[in-house]
């Protein structure tokens, strides 16, 4: 699983990071990025949640 945020959506809200800390994390901008090439099996379930969660749709599996 890879996944992507978009910055131009990103509105740094956090829940992203808060939820999936090994995935997400802020970037020099402060906005969220992701920090892993392919998403860590045991992590899936809390990306997908970052996913759903995000509140401008922000995050994308690719």
């Known amino acids: 699983m890879k996944v ?8 740094a809200c956090g829940t992203c990071i808060d939820l999936c800390p090994g995935v997400f994390d802020w970037d ?3 906005l969220s990025h992701v920090i892993v090439e392919e998403v860590p099996e045991d992590a ?5 949640e970052s996913i759903e969660s995000c509140p401008t749709d922000a ?3 690719i």
Do not use: N, P
Request: proline share 0%; aromatic share 0%; with cysteine.
């Open 4 to 11: 992507s945020v978009d910055q131009d959506l990103c509105i």
């Open 28 to 30: 020099d901008e402060g």
């Open 44 to 48: 899936e379930d809390c990306t997908r």
């Open 59 to 61: 995050i994308k599996e």
